[in-house]
């Protein structure tokens, strides 16, 4: 039945037109209730758009077919951007009831969609001709991604085959939200009461003020912990108690897999399965195999290549690395100690304080939340000419959010750039950036810029202090704040190949390339300034946070290699999976493993960026990225770190482009050469195993 919307025009936002700055997301003015309505509205204008495409009776051309496809589903486009960036930030039942409906119907109509054969036929028909229309680069990619996207989605299925793609993508569809309400559900319903002083040993003042507002808010004597990272990484970096360093350790790895009604166990099995499935109907011998033939890796083979050069590459240091932890462990508490994954953390930082003289609560005062902010916004000024003012006339979707115009340094507006920095209940744990509007030329000819969001979950502040972060966490929002630059600078024709819509080995450069900054002299001088005092951090302590940076750098090469094996490992199987989880992760990882495994442990119940987050076959991107970040911040410190030449290039080349060319050929013609992993190794003090 078609929805009159001329009678709920007054009630629902998303069939107004919208009166907000930039034509923004109206969030206050939108009610949980306008959300599913909006979807039904939104999905059969969209299908009613396509079958006009399909059953248009003048001959298929790029612009009656392939513009005019890309062009669809405008208002599903607002009303989905709205719902998944509250619903990933902001989640409450009703939201996640809501995505339970909307879940089907979005696959049934994506799949309506692919699997029209009239459209198809339209697509292909074009297709065919490419070689004799006279189109741009932009527009032979577009045409390319479109009939490509449909034939790898079943468009050249037959009948019976369609109907069983049909069912295994709805079917995909629900697990992964089920995934992911389950390993958000599980970790909210752990916390941790402490009462006695005993307890809270060694925790620093930062930790334990943040625990104590915790505790407080939900009405309760003592210190409260959760697994919440600004909670649960400090705990275990400082916490004298080793069982209870334990206790919160099992917790995290417990999540979603203790056999009650948020247990992913057999939701895992069933996601793989179902890729599996899905992959060798469309002729592929495993899901590995279907999503690498669009990456900047190609196949299976050239990433078990690289990650296997890697592993021979760090594993003599992390080994060293983990023998010097365990011999310096033992000698702290003087009495024979196993290593164990919950001391890590704790005699980590004791070793590192130990030989560098410095550490997170040394460091705390000089990375103000604000300061930094302002510094990284500053650091975009200084490389492509970016400014940015708040404006606060801009909706949002819960208090701790803040919004940014961004303009360009020929005045122009840019983006849109808001920022949610904070834990709450409902808010998915970890950090991301993703776009509520993507940018894409008008009909008028005109860019139409773009909006795009930060998310992460630093230290909130306290009733005495403000958000005080730790180095880590300004890593963090350099790295998320990459991710932002990409989307914001986008300067593409059209929204589907705009910003981050990049192959997925090659998204995390523009974020990981960031980070460097966060080492050198010239911006840490001026980024880390004491809250109180306005003295500069001292000079040694630059010096020695510069030494630091590779410390344990074998440790975390291998930890992210695990999670890579592991994701390749799920999706390399040729046979459905029926055996123990636990077993699979053991076998998966056991090469990059340096401490002693430890029992019921299991990380795949809650490995939210392969089951739920659009990484499956894809977490290796982190280390091929780094491969390219190393690379290429060596043309930045070749020739000047805020050289204009250089971030000009980038910024035209890298950032700017977004999925319109292949990033093979973007890359080398910024950095003018293949990319090796020599940088990467010299970064890192490794010796070169190429030599």
């Known amino acids: 039945m078609t929805m009159n919307i001329t009678t709920i025009d007054a009630k629902n936002p998303f069939f107004s037109k919208y009166k907000t700055p930039h034509n923004t997301q109206p969030f206050d003015k939108i009610k949980v209730t306008d959300y599913e309505p909006a979807f039904d509205e939104a999905i059969q204008q969209n299908e009613l758009e396509v079958k006009r495409i399909a059953n248009n009776e003048s001959d298929p051309t790029f612009e009656n077919t392939i513009i005019a496809f890309e062009n669809t589903g405008k208002l599903l486009d607002k009303v989905s951007s709205a719902f998944y960036t509250v619903l990933s930030a902001n989640a409450t039942d009703e939201m996640m009831a809501i995505a339970q409906k909307i879940s089907p119907k979005m696959s049934e109509m994506s799949n309506n969609i692919l699997l029209n054969k009239k459209l198809f036929a339209r697509i292909k028909k074009v297709y065919d001709q490419r070689e004799s229309l006279a189109l741009s680069l932009e527009d032979k990619k577009l045409l390319d991604n479109t009939y490509k996207s449909f034939a790898r989605s079943g468009a050249n299925l037959s009948e019976d085959q369609k109907k069983t793609y ?12 089920k995934f992911d309400q389950n390993s958000l559900k599980d970790k909210e319903a752990f916390s941790m009461l402490l009462t006695k002083e005993e307890e809270i040993a060694g925790l620093p003042e930062s930790a334990l003020e943040a625990a104590l507002l915790k505790a407080k808010e939900e009405g309760k004597k003592g210190w409260l912990f959760d697994l919440s990272y600004p909670s649960y990484g400090p705990f275990l970096r400082y916490a004298d108690n080793r069982a209870l360093r334990q206790k919160m350790y099992m917790a995290n790895m417990h999540v979603a897999c203790k056999g009650n009604e948020y247990d992913n166990v057999e939701i895992v099995r069933s996601i793989v399965n179902t890729r599996l499935a899905l992959a060798n109907l469309l002729g592929y011998k495993t899901y590995a195999d279907y999503v690498m033939q669009y990456t900047m890796a190609k196949t299976p083979a050239n990433v078990f290549k690289l990650e296997d050069k890697l592993l021979k590459a760090y594993r003599p240091t992390a080994s060293q690395e983990m023998s010097a932890l365990q011999g310096f462990a033992r000698g702290y508490e003087k009495k024979d100690l196993v290593l164990m994954p919950w001391d890590v953390a704790y005699y980590s930082h004791k070793l590192r304080e130990l030989c560098f003289k410095v550490n997170d609560e040394m460091t705390r005062p000089y990375f103000e939340l604000d300061h930094v902010r ?3 916004f500053g650091l975009a000024t200084k490389l492509y000419g970016l400014t940015f003012r708040e404006n606060k006339d801009i909706p949002v979707y819960n208090k701790d959010v803040q919004t940014y115009e961004v303009f360009d340094k020929d005045g122009s507006f840019l983006a849109v750039l808001y920022t949610d920095l904070f834990p709450r209940k409902g808010k998915q744990s970890g950090a991301w950036m993703n776009s509520v509007k993507d940018e894409f030329v008008d009909e008028a000819g005109k860019s139409s810029r773009p909006h795009v969001i930060l998310v992460t979950n630093f230290t909130p502040p306290t009733e005495t202090k403000p958000s005080l972060l730790t180095f880590s966490e300004v890593q963090t929002m350099l790295h998320e704040f990459g991710h932002c630059l990409h989307g914001m600078l986008a300067n593409t024709k059209y929204a589907s190949m705009s910003g981050t819509s990049v192959y997925r080995d090659f998204v995390e450069l523009p974020s990981q390339i960031m980070e460097n900054f966060i080492t050198e002299k010239a911006f840490l001088d001026k980024l880390a300034v004491h809250y109180q005092t306005g003295e500069k951090i001292p000079e040694q302590w630059i010096n020695n946070l510069i030494a630091a940076r590779n410390f344990n750098v074998g ?14 490992a799920w999706h390399s199987i040729t046979t459905p999976y029926k055996g123990d989880i636990k077993a699979f992760e053991d076998q998966a990882m056991m090469r990059t493993a340096l401490l002693p495994p430890v029992e019921g442990a299991m990380m795949s119940t809650a490995f939210g960026h392969i089951f739920a987050g659009g990484y499956a076959a894809g977490y290796y991107g982190y280390k091929w990225a780094e491969v390219l970040d190393a690379d290429a911040f060596e043309a930045f410190k070749e020739a000047n770190l805020f050289d204009s030449k250089v971030s ?35 970064r890192n003090g490794i010796k070169n195993i190429e030599d």
């Open 374 to 376: 302002k510094n990284i």
């Open 648 to 682: 000009t290039s980038f910024r035209k080349n890298i950032l700017s482009k977004g999925g319109t060319e292949d990033p093979a050929v973007l890359y080398k013609r910024f950095r003018g050469k293949e990319p090796t992993i020599k940088a990467l190794l010299k």
């Open 166 to 177: 049909r069912a295994l993508t709805e079917k995909l569809s629900l697990l992964t939200l």
């Open 555 to 568: 440790y975390a090469c291998l930890r992210q290699l695990s999670f890579g094996y592991l994701d390749m």
